[in-house]
């Protein structure tokens, strides 16, 4: 049992809340994005869902 993460890229504005608020560090900034980097570690807080501006993010238990 873990969790999947989705990001509509084409809804993010990269203003990284949800690399700083993940208490899991599971996303890293690169280029201007959010990619995920650990995504073993991801506790399925739903945090970076809840802080995204744009409503980008989706987190699934899988
Ligand atoms: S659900 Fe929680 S642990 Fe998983 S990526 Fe989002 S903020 Fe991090
Ligand atoms: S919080 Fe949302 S808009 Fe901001 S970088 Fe993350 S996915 Fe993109």
Redesign the pocket.
């Known amino acids: 049992m873990g969790w999947d993460i989705e990001?509509d890229y084409d809804?993010?504005?990269?203003?990284?809340?949800?690399?700083n608020a993940c208490p899991a560090s599971v996303?890293e900034?690169e280029d201007g994005?959010?990619v995920i980097a650990e995504l073993d570690e991801c506790l399925g807080c739903e945090t970076?869902v809840e802080?995204?501006?744009?409503g980008?993010?989706t987190v699934t238990e899988v």
């Open positions: 990001i809804k993010c504005v990269g203003d990284e809340e949800c690399v996303y900034f994005k959010p970076c802080v995204c501006p744009e980008c993010i």
